[in-house]
């Protein structure tokens, strides 16, 4: 058996140091899609990353994929064909996420504001809304009445607990997602009453957690919190989704999940929670975590500059393609992102390098994909990769800055 070929964030590489994709280097699909630059996705890559998972879950836990971290339809095509479930948080990821042909009652939709005409809309799909206020428990129960139809809901609950280790947080303290714990037996209350079919708790507390541990801990309070709301609750809880927040390594010194770790803590909680809700699918939603090591994003050098001493190499994407890398979604301090030359990916200790800066091509000094980096001397035609790129890139970016093309996006 010949060894499996080294990796770099996920993605394989050959013996020339090359990054492989659909088992080919990035400058076969730059002449394959015929310009630069692009987002490339490994269905390949996605499949591995879906069964790990699978593996590390215990029997009848389902996986559900976020459509927001990537939305691209060919790849949540390949999705629906891997998970059990879509996450959608938009009408228009609604439609995205039926043309799949995913069954209605395993897609549901969160967000903070979900207007009248979509809570409509997804009242007439037969989708699972996570109800989120008291407004859109009213709303969706006239969308309801009009239609004749009695949706699916669960209750988006803000826990009175934080998320430990995650890098966002989304419940804890005052928030705009879901409803408090202590407001949640009212509207559990008000259900009673109304045409719509209760099935369970959402649970989602935060994002892009490298730590077990908290993990393990926010699933066990999740449980906790799901106990002490059951007996408000106006029917048998049959969905107990304990949220998700798997996160991947991005920057220096950040290292890769122990997904052994949290299957032990998952397999430890399966007993009770089984104990407590015999009749509940736990579901946990993941998006980055499933597709977010799977891509890249490939831009071509166009220029190289020296200033007072400073490699630049100027290239054709930027911060318009991918705001992410650029530091400007969303972080404190701006730490690179995985950025290489996507021919020449990891150099041996004798073979030279030079310091150099990557930028893009946009008026302004936040276009910084990579803070002087470390990297074989490029050359004007070569082309630069961007790592980790699968989750948060093409639909997170502010395509129309400045007026450029936007970026191709294919899946292999
Ligand atoms: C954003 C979001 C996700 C996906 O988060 P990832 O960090 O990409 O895993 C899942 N569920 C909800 C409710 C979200 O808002």
Redesign the pocket.
């Known amino acids: 058996m010949t060894p499996p070929l080294p990796r770099l964030h996920g993605l394989p590489l050959d013996a020339q140091g090359r990054l492989l994709l659909g088992g080919q280097p990035l400058s076969h699909w730059a002449e394959v899609l015929g310009q630069t630059p692009f987002y490339l996705y490994d269905r390949a890559c996605i499949a591995e990353r879906v069964a790990a998972l699978r593996a590390a879950l215990p029997a009848g836990w389902q996986l559900h994929y976020?459509v927001?971290?990537n939305p691209m339809p060919a790849l949540v095509q390949c999705l629906a064909g891997l998970v059990d479930g879509l996450?959608v948080?938009s009408a228009g990821e609604l439609r995205t996420a039926l043309d799949t042909g995913m069954a209605p009652g395993h897609v549901s939709f969160?967000?903070p504001g979900k207007r009248e005409a979509e809570l409509r809309q997804a009242a007439a799909a037969g989708i699972v809304v996570?109800v989120e206020s008291e407004r859109e428990l009213h709303a969706l129960a006239a969308a309801a009445q009009a239609l004749g139809r009695r949706p699916p809901v669960a209750l988006r609950i803000n826990p009175d607990f934080e998320m430990k280790g995650a890098a966002?947080r989304?419940g804890g303290g005052p928030r705009p997602?879901g409803v408090d714990a202590e407001q949640a037996p009212a509207l559990l209350a008000a259900m009673r009453t109304l045409p719509l079919e209760f099935v369970g708790f959402?649970l989602?507390f935060g994002?892009?957690n490298l730590q077990a541990e908290g993990l393990a801990q926010s699933q066990r309070q999740a449980l906790a919190l799901a106990e002490r709301l059951a007996p408000h609750a106006p029917g048998p809880v049959r969905l107990l989704n304990l949220?998700?927040?798997?996160?991947i390594p991005y920057f220096p010194g950040e290292r890769p999940l122990d997904l052994a770790a949290l299957s032990a803590a998952m397999h430890a909680l399966a007993a009770p929670l089984a104990a407590a809700f015999p009749q509940a699918v736990p579901v946990l939603?993941?998006?980055?975590?499933l597709v977010?090591e799977a891509g890249v994003y490939v831009c071509r050098v166009i220029d190289r500059k020296v200033s007072r001493g400073q490699v630049f190499l100027v290239t054709d994407g930027g911060l318009h393609h991918h705001l992410a890398a650029s530091g400007n979604l969303g972080q404190v301090l701006r730490r690179n992102y995985p950025v290489v030359l996507a021919e020449r990916a990891a150099p041996g200790p004798d073979e030279a390098t030079e310091v150099a800066s990557v930028v893009g091509p946009l008026c302004t000094g936040l276009d910084l994909l990579g803070d002087r980096l470390r990297l074989p001397p490029a050359r004007l035609g070569d082309l630069v990769a961007v790592l980790a790129s699968g989750?948060?890139g093409a639909s997170a970016s502010p395509n129309r800055f400045l007026g450029h093309p936007p970026p191709l996006e294919a899946l292999v």
């Open positions: 976020a927001k971290a996450d948080a969160a967000g996570n966002a989304m997602f959402h989602y994002s892009q949220g998700g927040g798997l996160g939603e993941l998006g980055r975590y977010g989750a948060y």
